[in-house]
């Protein structure tokens, strides 16, 4: 397998839409003595605060959000479509009751001290710039919070500096 190369976001080349929506991502936190992962499909990248940035939404109720709020650093990682299976483990179980790593047979890496999926063949390593947590309040359209957020589980929306992009 080819290894990473750091690389320029104006060199990224990906559709986000693709990407983030349809072929979906793992986003890790942690440390080399403990990290987690979990997958995303809500998500994106630009500018903003005169950074480029990506941001992400993870829902109170998940394990991998203990980690992200309590680092100052998180990695976004886009494996190929063969790993799949892998991101609907990671997206489905909880690292509270299984090593998720192990069970859906990734590697968790490090670069910077910031932990990532070694499977994958894109990884933003980012700087957690701001921690936003959405409510009711926050919709204009009453009906978003009816169809995603029934049970009560909000998201926060996590917005982090990309400071290295690696490819492979």
Known sequence: MHTFQPITVEQLDVNPFVKIGKDWALVTAGS????????????????????NVAFIFIRESRYTKEFVDGGDFFSISFPSKDY???LNICGSKSGRDID??????????????????DEANIVL??????????????FTDKNIMKKWYGDGD?????????IEVMAR
């Open 125 to 138: 390593l980012c700087s957690k710039m701001a921690a936003v947590p959405v409510d009711e309040s926050s």
């Open 154 to 162: 909000m998201h926060t929306m996590y917005v982090g500096e990309i």
């Open 32 to 51: 080399a003595e403990k990290c987690n992962t979990m997958t995303v499909s809500w998500g994106g990248v630009g500018v903003l605060w005169g950074k």
């Open 100 to 117: 998720k790593f192990k069970e859906a047979g990734l590697t968790p890496a490090f670069r910077h001290g910031i932990p990532y999926v």
């Open 84 to 86: 799949r299976e892998a």
